[in-house]
């Protein structure tokens, strides 16, 4: 079975540009979620989608980062303008939603470098 | 809101001896704690949950442990091996799987 699919795995690109992360969630999940992992901060959560609608977006940094999700298969993360202090790697993971707590699937993760 | 904390930092271990890390959680509404597993480079990768209406779980030669009275929760691993040797990060949950996670955990397994 194919896992959480993230592209690109790497991007290294000077600070101002445009980011665009993209996310391929397990087939027949509806959760999403969107993490940023730092040796100083660890683990954040950004923001969440449950069944396509954004549900918490409360860790989102700031109005540089926005994420959408048009359908059940795809989800992207963008950061516009760029800052150096952004380079982190990002994680996508999906799970199924539920009245109970579901298992969370991490993708390969997208390591980003800003310049 | 939640907040996780994981002890220790770092843990060295020898080889065939036990490892025990340690977490609280702040919200005694929480009732899903996950244990992820992260070799360097590599995506986190559960190995273990535990929900509130159980004390314990296993798998193999690992098992974790929740006490909610005091709000804590700790993974056990048994018979380490060097594989074995990855961050391990703890995390809570309530309703609406939002996961907060602890700091992690560096595990050495010394051969």
């Known amino acids: 079975d194919a896992g959480v699919i993230q592209s690109p795995r790497h991007e290294v690109t000077e600070m101002g540009q445009e980011v665009t992360l993209r996310c391929k969630p397990i087939?027949?999940?509806?959760?999403l979620f969107w993490y940023r992992q730092t040796m100083m901060r660890g683990l954040e959560l950004l923001i969440y989608?449950?069944?396509?609608?954004?549900?918490?977006d409360s860790g989102m940094p700031e109005d540089r980062f926005s994420a959408k999700m048009p359908n059940a298969s795809f989800s992207t993360l963008k950061i516009q303008p760029s800052e150096p202090r952004d380079s982190a790697v990002y994680f996508c993971?999906?799970?199924?939603?539920?009245?109970?707590?579901?298992?969370?699937?991490f993708g390969d993760g997208t390591r980003l470098s800003i310049l | 809101g939640e907040n996780v904390e994981q002890h220790p930092s770092t843990l060295s271990v020898q080889e065939g001896d036990s490892a025990v890390i340690k977490c609280t959680y702040s919200?005694?509404?929480?009732?899903?704690f996950p244990w992820y597993k992260q070799e360097l480079g590599k995506r986190p990768q559960l190995i273990i949950d535990?929900?509130?209406?159980?004390g314990e779980k296993k798998d193999q030669r690992i098992a974790v442990t929740l006490n909610k009275t005091a709000k804590h929760f700790s993974l056990h691993i048994t018979e380490t091996q060097p594989e074995d040797s990855a961050v391990y990060f703890c995390?809570?949950?309530?309703?609406?799987?939002?996961?907060?996670f602890g700091a992690g955990t560096i595990l050495r397994v010394k051969s």
């Open positions: 087939s027949g999940h509806n959760s």
């Open positions: 989608f449950n069944n396509n609608v954004p549900i918490d």
């Open positions: 995390a809570a949950s309530k309703h609406g799987n939002k996961l907060v």
């Open positions: 535990i929900r509130s209406n159980v």
């Open positions: 993971a999906s799970s199924l939603a539920g009245t109970s707590n579901q298992p969370q699937h």
């Open positions: 919200d005694s509404a929480s009732n899903y």
